[in-house]
């Protein structure tokens, strides 16, 4: 555990240690490589080292042992400890007696002492709702008791529309530091093409997206800019959140980022590893994604961070990463030689806000195309940030199209007078103008085909000009809350496309519903040729805010599927899924807890098919599974009640219909298994998944993956 938590101040605080530094394989091999030295003085490699000892204003080496004190104690010797160290707990009629610090804060009352010698206490005063670190009678440290417990930032009130994708923009999901109490610390997405890349998503990100109806399927990557908690605890809720998704950053910061959240979480490095992609990034070479060009550098930070400049049709975006910049201050690092001259270069040339191109005449006569790009420049605590006050003094023409993130919220909230900065506001859309070829679309129908390219059985719609026909068909809808959107025992005459809002399904057999986000398709059911196959199996209603769709009339679905090869290919899917949908397995598996709370509609329409590869059936006291043995199926129980046991044979649980059962560390790592299942009931039907099956299904959900590890059955 020590190690661990090591490992977590080193990574977050400090940094890695240099024998960690991977630039060798992070810069292009035209770029000046090799360590500052004497003999090697042009280097354009960076020090994260002595660049942060230059940003630290006492120029101190830290180490995690200045930061934290560890002390291994047992059950045994835990009394001792605190009557050793003064760990008391005093309850206000002044008794006292010895408590963990864990009980008092749980109790929110009396005060415990840290350590007698020097009076240092933790208090809670109870008129400020604050917790209070005290030494003699001087406050050190304090902090409001509501900050421990957040509150979810809700948004739907935004919401009344479908999301426009722009072809090229910025939709800012936060744009605060992590020392701000009331904002969101800053992560945005970049568009380009109407496909999103994210940058160090905020916490809760997943929940944001849904509530501004942007289909999250439109974001297929994530940039990495650094290991500080800030910038990364939401990247590693992102990778659990979705399917697998794409990270681009250096391997320094992703070796860095390994060690962090593998300390944090316990999983094994290879564990996390398989739960997203890694693209390196390479300083000097530059990448394409989605259609546009992506540079990245290294920033001047305390700990390793990248920043980026994407180009695309003309115009650009330029992110400065959190850094410091700040020409004196390079001047100054260039002359006690914390950095070299290649470094120095960089920093200042390639800087932010050195990257405008005004018109130039070429020696033969050739007009330059001016260029002039969009930045997002970070501002947070100086002295290892930019101070607002550096960025106000900038040229007007910089300033133009200059904003500022990472800032505190009230900066903007309530601006002084004359004050000249400005930022994207939280949950809003920085459109970038670009030549387009929809440019004679409305507004509204361009957000169709974004929208259809989202949808899982349009994956062999990969030409424009093929969604183009689904789109001609398409009605948008609209349906206030509360309504009902299909009615049990009605026909579906229709298929849909979540556009905006939430829609309801009701199961009956939870009497709870499950919920249909922007991008999800319902009413598969309607491509069947039978008008029982048709039937609406539970009620669907519109949930809190209107709700949009795009609608597909059986008919002229139909047909326009009919007429192309991919478009067959497509039906084949619908027809099979409803096939599916229609039958009990699909109330069934909503039982399961990790199931209906986990997995969107289309992770559920996977796992259901699981369900049809084998089907046993078991009297009272059957044995399903001896333990001890290599488990190759995990247990989805259908009906009636199953016993598992230790291996004592001792009875340990006893469950039911919904349940899935298994030694899930067991069945990933190929090893015995520690539980044997044996039927309670006369009646128990279980279905059996093969270990193969279920370890794709959770290769390729990461997010499910994690909710079952540890466990040894799910209800």
């Not at 661990?4 to 992070?26: D, M, V």
């Not at 900050?147 to 910025?170: C, N, Q």
């Not at 100054?332 to 920093?347: A, H, V």
């Not at 992770?603 to 089907?615: A, C, D, G, P, Y």
């Amino acid at each position: 555990m020590e190690k661990r938590i090591r490992n977590i101040f080193q990574e977050t605080l400090l940094g890695p240690a240099r024998e960690n530094y991977c630039l060798a394989q992070e810069f292009a091999s035209d770029l000046s490589g090799g360590m500052l030295s004497k003999q090697n003085p042009d280097t354009q490699w960076p020090d994260f080292v002595q660049e942060g000892l230059a940003l630290d204003k006492n120029g101190e080496v830290i180490s995690v042992d200045a930061l934290i004190h560890f002390e291994t104690i047992d059950t045994f010797s835990l009394k001792a400890l605190g009557q050793r160290r003064g760990v008391r707990c005093r309850s206000r009629n002044g008794s006292t007696t010895a408590a963990s610090t864990s009980d008092f804060l749980a109790r929110e009352k009396g005060k415990v002492m840290l350590d007698e010698a020097s009076n240092s206490y933790l208090q809670y005063c109870f008129k400020e709702k604050k917790y209070i670190v005290r030494e003699q009678k001087r406050t050190i440290a304090q902090i409001n008791s509501e900050f421990l417990k957040p509150k979810p930032i809700h948004t739907k009130r935004l919401i009344t529309e479908p999301f426009e994708v722009p072809i090229f923009g910025i939709t800012m999901l936060g744009n605060s530091h992590g020392f701000d109490p009331k904002g969101t610390t800053t992560g945005f997405i970049v568009w380009t093409n109407r496909r999103g890349i994210m940058i160090d998503p905020p916490p809760n990100s997943a929940e944001v997206l849904r509530d501004m109806s942007i289909p999250y399927r439109l974001i297929d990557g994530m940039i990495l800019t650094h290991c500080h908690a800030d910038h990364d605890a939401g990247a590693f809720q992102k990778i659990l959140a979705d399917s697998s998704i794409k990270i681009y950053t250096t391997q320094t910061i992703m070796d860095s980022f390994l060690r962090k959240y593998t300390a944090i979480s316990g999983f094994d490095t290879f564990f996390v590893k398989g739960l997203f992609v890694f693209d390196s990034v390479k300083i000097g070479e530059t990448k394409l994604i989605h259609g546009a060009y992506w540079d990245f550098f290294y920033s001047l930070h305390v700990i390793p961070t990248i920043g980026f400049e994407v180009q695309f049709a003309g115009e650009g975006i330029v992110y400065s990463g959190d850094t410091c910049t700040n020409f004196k201050l390079f001047d100054r690092m260039k002359k006690e030689k914390r950095i070299g001259t290649g470094r120095y270069n960089d920093l200042v040339n390639k800087s932010p806000l050195s990257r405008w191109r005004p018109v130039d005449i070429l020696p033969d006569g050739t007009v330059t195309t001016p260029y002039k790009p969009y930045i997002l420049h970070e501002a947070g605590v100086p002295p290892i940030h930019t101070p607002l006050e550096y960025l106000s003094k900038l040229a007007p023409y910089i300033l133009d199209r200059l904003f500022v993130v990472h800032a505190d919220s009230s900066v903007f909230d309530k601006p002084k007078p004359g004050f000249k900065l400005k930022t994207i506001p939280q949950w809003s859309t920085l459109i970038i103008p670009v030549d387009d070829h929809h440019a004679d679309v409305s507004v509204f129908d361009m957000r169709i085909p974004a929208a259809l390219s989202t949808v899982h059985f349009f994956k062999h719609f990969s030409d424009p000009s093929h969604l183009a026909e689904l789109s001609a068909i398409a009605k948008v809808k609209e349906y206030e809350p509360g309504a009902i959107f299909a009615k049990k025992g009605d026909l579906w005459e229709s298929a849909f496309v979540v556009l905006a809002g939430t829609l309801g399904e009701i199961f009956e057999i939870t009497n709870k519903t499950a919920l249909c986000y922007v991008g999800d398709f319902v009413g598969e059911p309607c491509m069947l040729d039978g008008a029982e196959e048709r039937v609406i199996r539970n009620d669907h209603v519109v949930l809190d805010d209107k709700l949009f769709v795009l609608e597909f009339p059986r008919e002229l679905f139909m047909k326009v599927l009919l007429a192309s090869e991919h478009g067959k290919q497509t039906l084949k899917e619908i027809q099979n899924v409803a096939s599916y949908i229609n039958q009990p397995t699909w109330d069934l598996i909503q039982l399961n807890s990790v199931v209906f709370n986990n997995m969107n509609r289309f992770q559920k329409q996977i796992f259901q098919r699981l369900l049809s590869q084998e089907i046993s059936r078991f009297t009272s006291h059957q044995v399903i599974f001896t333990g001890g043995e290599v488990q190759d199926h995990i247990y989805f129980v259908a009906d009636g009640l199953v016993s598992v046991h230790n291996k004592h044979g001792e009875e340990i649980f006893l469950v039911g219909r919904g349940s899935m059962l298994s030694d899930v560390n067991a069945l990933k790592d190929c090893h015995s298994s520690s539980i044997s299942l044996v039927a309670h009931s006369d009646d128990v039907v279980v279905y059996k998944i093969p270990r193969v099956a279920i370890l794709n299904f959770w290769n390729n959900f990461p997010g499910i993956k994690v909710q079952c590890i540890d466990k040894l059955y799910i209800k």
